[in-house]
């Protein structure tokens, strides 16, 4: 199996896995922000209902990072989004800026996405190996 497939595999607790297996899988922390959530949470609902509740709300990070400051309505249109779900399901770390001119306005909210999962706690060590972005694979 490649490296990726034994993550998978140790994570879905099952022996083996081959491409194309599709498996559930307890993960560690799950990381969102603004260009992946809304399409990720349209899915979702669809494939789960538009009543669905997550899994475990305490173990989903959200962070809008890409297009907070933009003054383009549809890339607002994602942050929107974003706020949506994290009140309709009760997202625990929802780290959002509400006043874009004054950052010292904004104690919850805490940059860029991949770095902030490290700074708030949420990469802990043995748990950053399994996720694809450079910065949390450090966390080991």
């Known amino acids: 199996m490649t490296m990726t497939e034994k993550i998978l595999a140790r994570a879905s607790e099952k022996p083996q896995l081959s491409p194309g297996d599709n498996v559930w899988v307890n993960i560690d922390v799950l990381m969102t922000h603004d260009v992946c959530g809304p399409g990720s949470f349209g899915i979702f609902k ?74 708030e706690g949420h990469c802990r060590p043995g748990e950053g190996a399994k996720m694809k972005v450079r910065n949390q694979q450090g966390v080991r």
Do not use: M, S
Not at 61 to 90: G, M
């Open 46 to 119: 669809k494939e789960f209902g538009q009543n669905a509740k997550v899994w475990d709300r305490e173990k989903i990070v959200i962070i809008p990072d890409h297009y907070i400051f933009t003054t383009d309505e549809r890339a607002n249109r994602n942050v929107d989004i974003l706020r949506d779900f994290c009140t309709e399901q009760n997202i625990k770390y929802f780290y959002d800026i509400k006043d874009l001119g004054n950052f010292k306005a904004n104690p919850n909210y805490k940059g860029v996405c991949h770095v902030a999962l490290a700074q």
